[in-house]
């Protein structure tokens, strides 16, 4: 390696370090400031004086989030009816989607892709209101279903999956067939093992957007069916409550960072596998 080489390695090392540093230092101030009391904290913020390690080491905050509020853990509960129904059933609508437009032939096929990528690019606010007419004419505002139903049918899955499932060789299939496999078949015993990263990348980004939706659940649910990703800026409004906040904020995030690190090698590998399409 040349002295330049080594000089930019350098740069690129301060910039990343540098980088994750700005990152970072939210995140740890949320946990540090989850062990703070509410005066020093207080003072904190009133004196522009914030500090990672808190001054008098506390765990109220957490005991008023499991044992003294329970809206903290209903909100979580909501989360997690929301959000499992969603990735379940996008998994499963995404692969068989993909197997449509990546290994069966039918009319206007390619023309009906294109249409999906449209939609992909398209913003979910463009479709809220929409979404809020249908919902309202199949008298489903004000339940889980309003929420779960819209999601469960991801462009952007279908379109993950259709680019894995197009790089399996097509013979393999041609020769399954010939034996007398069906296309569920096909699906269950060829496909689906060969695209086991690509459909844990789905599952893992399925999680982190729905995880943290917000748009969907104001308008179409009612407030004690509200998730914790719209529950925690309601805590925050009030003064008093910006240590409890803090407490929330830092287990709203532990879900989302286990799934990450448990997934991290399935999700590397479900990208690298795209990019080198």
């Known amino acids: ?28 101030y949320i946990i540090s400031g989850s062990f703070m009391g509410q005066r020093e904290v207080a003072e904190a913020i009133s004196r522009n004086s914030f500090h990672f390690i808190p001054n008098s080491f506390t765990l109220i905050q957490y005991y008023e989030v499991f044992l003294r509020k329970p809206d903290f853990l209903l909100k979580f509960l909501n989360s997690l009816i929301l959000t499992i129904p969603i990735i379940l059933g996008q998994i499963v609508v995404s692969v068989l989607g993909a197997y449509a437009f990546a290994k069966i032939e039918f009319p206007f096929k390619n023309q009906f892709f294109f249409g999906f990528v449209l939609l992909m690019i398209m913003p979910y606010q463009v479709t809220l209101v929409p979404t809020y007419i249908l919902m309202k004419k199949l008298n489903l505002i004000g339940t889980y279903t309003s929420v779960i139903f819209p ?23 041609q020769s399954a067939k010939i034996d007398g496999a069906s296309h569920l078949k096909v699906l ?26 917000i748009e969907q659940p104001l308008i179409l ?22 240590c409890l906040a803090f407490a929330c904020a830092v287990i709203f995030i532990l879900p989302a960072v286990f799934i990450f690190i448990k997934g991290e090698k399935l999700l590397l590998e479900g990208i690298q596998h795209l990019d080198s399409k």
């Open 188 to 213: 269950l015993k060829i496909i689906i093992p060969q695209c086991k990263s690509s459909i844990a990348s789905l599952g893992i980004l399925c999680f982190i957007d729905n995880w943290n939706m």
């Open 151 to 173: 999601n469960i049918f991801s462009t952007f899955g279908v379109f993950l999956l259709t680019q894995f499932m197009k790089s399996i060789p097509e013979d393999q299939c």
């Open 221 to 242: 649910l009612n407030d004690n069916q509200q998730p914790l990703s719209t529950y925690l800026p309601t805590i925050c409004n009030n003064p008093n409550s910006v």
């Open 1 to 28: 390696m040349t002295v330049e080489n080594k000089f930019l390695t350098v740069i690129k090392y301060i910039v990343l370090c540098i980088s994750a540093i700005f990152a970072l230092a939210p995140v740890v």
